[in-house]
């Protein structure tokens, strides 16, 4: 049956080919493709996007950082509180508003974060391997439109 096949009561929905449940067995695919890509490093997916966005951009408050990362409230907090506690991040006062926290890469994030960086493109490219230059290109491109 394809998307436009038809019932007696109209369009017959095929689980297959909705794209909620596509997209979320490409993101299945892609997470297991990060675990074994990251390994020994024992980053989750979140807390890799933070040091990636904080090597990316530098020190920012954590509202900017969860804004940045398309993180809640609370799940920033909870990913900041967790690499804090590993030495990967450190918190200080914001430089322009006191009242603010900001988060920036210790040394050691800094370092483990250059040494991910390599092996995150492997992922993305082992993510995208199915498709041609061009197709990437377009897949982007449409995600980004979707979000």
């Not at 322009?96 to 988060?103: N, T």
Request: net charge positive.
């Amino acid at each position: 049956m394809t998307i436009a096949a038809r019932r007696p009561n109209g369009p017959a929905y095929i689980l297959d080919d909705q794209i909620g449940f596509i997209l979320r067995q490409v993101s299945q695919r892609h997470a297991a493709i990060f675990a074994a890509g990251i390994g020994e490093q024992d980053l989750t997916a979140t807390q890799w996007a933070v040091l990636a966005k904080l090597l990316e951009r530098g020190p920012c408050s954590q509202n900017r950082l969860g804004r940045r990362t398309a993180m809640d409230a609370a799940t920033i907090k909870g990913v900041v509180d967790r690499l804090g506690k590993r030495g990967l991040i450190e918190t200080r006062p914001d430089p322009e508003d006191g009242r603010r926290l900001e988060v920036a890469l210790s040394p050691a994030g800094q370092a483990l974060a250059e040494r991910i960086v390599p092996l995150a493109h492997r992922i993305t490219e082992e993510t995208l391997a199915p498709l041609s230059e061009a197709e990437r290109t377009t897949l982007i491109e449409l995600l980004r439109k979707l979000g």
